[in-house]
């Protein structure tokens, strides 16, 4: 029998919560199969009766019998979603993120993935590069989708040689198959000046057009500027910026009369550093790379235009902590918000000594950042912290400072805030949390097979 998963998390009141499922737990097999991950999980226990074999951290092994409802969960979630371990990257890319990071940084940031299961789950880019026997076909069985690929070019000897990987030229060939499928695909583009830009960039996005609607965009994310970016590459000049949009416009125009669909989509960053006004928001469509940095600022501008202005008696004193990118967005948010209350808000930018004050985006600041930046703050009330710049769990930043530590280094109240426009209003009104839990219903009996007495440190270890 495998590792299986280990519960971190069980829903009071739902089914795992009445099978007296708890954190540390770890599930085996579901019906004498192993499950690999949390999807497969999920599929296996789509089921009206189970067998879920459970291994409990005092080492007793149990077998709950159970009766339910096929479309009804179990309510258990995981420490790690894939319980078989991360899939990692077999490219040597020309401007690798993880190659660039600084050392003295948090563990997990070095690791390299490239698993089709984090990106189904999390909206991660992988490469194709890695894929096993069996994996499009468990994709399609499964329905993994949508699924997010990184392109930078549809060229077979730009790409390859962009990746560093000679399987890597077989892009045009594996995003069809996914497509053929009936897979949903996001592709992206990291624009490198000099590299996979101008004629070539027509050429990528014409053919990843040519798979639509399976293949249902194209984000397009200047290189980044950290100084450590390999020699030899460079980002987007000022004038490249502002050709990029004028291009990105002109195509975006031309693919809503031809296939009904903007399909290009550029990062808000293209247009920070061109110094132009983002695009109106309709322009985004459905905002289908958000997560990629692309459609961010439209749409966190679009609940502050709504809303008017925060009444006196609800604004609250505070510092907002950001990024230089984002400077400009927010002052004018808190403005239009606050009007002549304004003066509450104090607006603090933290610059990036991580990876080069060429980093604007928050979400790459490091704790030590946003300490330097506040210390020269003026108020010595509440900070408010974009969550992007903590891990997914909310407890790290990106060196392995805790929001806790920060707050008692600062020795003033940190809130950590959704990085929204209604998160930001909120905050400035005093706020609030929306929250919920479907119960579950079912029946089930528990069927205790055996104490395991033997050593088991490989599992035990991890309990």
Not at 53 to 78: N, Q, R, T
Not at 196 to 211: Q, Y
Not at 438 to 448: C, F, L, N
Request: aromatic share 6%.
């Amino acid at each position: 029998m495998g590792n299986g998963g280990i519960v971190a998390a069980v829903s009071r009141g739902g089914l795992g919560w009445d099978l007296a499922l708890r954190p540390g737990d770890r599930v085996l097999a579901v019906n004498g199969s192993e499950p690999q991950d949390a999807i497969d999980l999920h599929y296996m226990t789509c089921a009206e009766h189970l067998e879920l074999h459970v291994l409990k951290p005092s080492g007793e092994e149990v077998l709950f019998d159970i009766e339910k409802d096929a479309d009804e969960a179990l309510g258990i979630e995981f420490d790690e979603p894939l319980f078989d371990g991360v899939r990692r990257c077999c490219n040597r890319c020309l401007f690798c993120f993880v190659d660039m990071l600084p050392r003295g940084l948090r563990d997990d940031l070095y690791v390299k993935d490239d698993d089709y299961r984090l990106s189904f789950l999390h909206g991660n880019f992988i490469s194709l590069t890695n894929m096993e026997p069996g994996d499009l076909e468990r994709i399609a069985r499964q329905g993994l989708s949508p699924l997010y690929v990184s392109v930078h070019s549809t060229a077979p000897e730009v790409r390859a040689r962009m990746m560093g990987n000679p399987r890597a030229a077989r892009i045009m060939e594996d995003l069809s198959d996914l497509v053929s499928r009936g897979i949903r695909v996001h592709a992206q583009v990291v624009l490198v000046p000099g590299v996979n830009d101008g004629a070539g960039l027509e050429k990528t996005v014409r053919d990843l057009a040519s798979l639509h609607p399976g293949l249902a965009s194209a984000g397009i994310v200047p290189v980044g500027l950290g100084r450590n970016l390999p020699r030899g590459l460079r980002s987007l000049t000022q004038d490249e910026a502002a050709r990029l949009a004028a291009w990105g416009r002109g195509v975006q125009e031309e693919f809503h009369e031809v296939i009904g669909y903007p399909f290009v989509f550029l990062a808000d960053e293209v247009y920070i550093r061109a110094g132009l006004d983002f695009p109106p928001a309709y322009t985004y469509a459905d905002y289908p790379q958000l997560e990629n940095g692309i459609g961010l600022a439209s749409r966190f501008l679009k609940p502050v235009r709504r809303h008017g202005l925060v009444p006196p008696a609800n604004a609250r004193e505070c510092t907002l902590l950001t990024g230089v990118g984002a400077e400009g967005i927010l002052r004018g948010a808190v403005k239009a918000l606050c009007g002549s209350q304004s003066g509450k808000v104090e607006i603090v930018v933290a610059r990036n000594s991580l990876f080069g004050e060429g980093v604007t985006v928050a979400g790459l600041l490091g704790g030590g950042d946003i300490l330097q930046a506040l210390h020269s703050r003026k108020g010595s009330g509440r900070v408010l912290v974009p969550s992007v710049a903590l891990r997914s769990q909310g407890d790290l930043f990106l060196d392995g400072m805790t929001p806790e530590e920060l707050e008692r280094r600062l020795g003033s109240p940190v809130e950590i805030v959704d990085p929204t426009g209604r998160g930001l209003i909120n905050a400035l009104c005093g706020g609030g949390r929306l929250g919920g839990a479907r119960r579950h219903r079912g029946t089930a009996k528990r069927r205790q097979v055996h104490a395991v007495q033997q050593d088991m440190p490989e599992i035990q270890g991890h309990s």
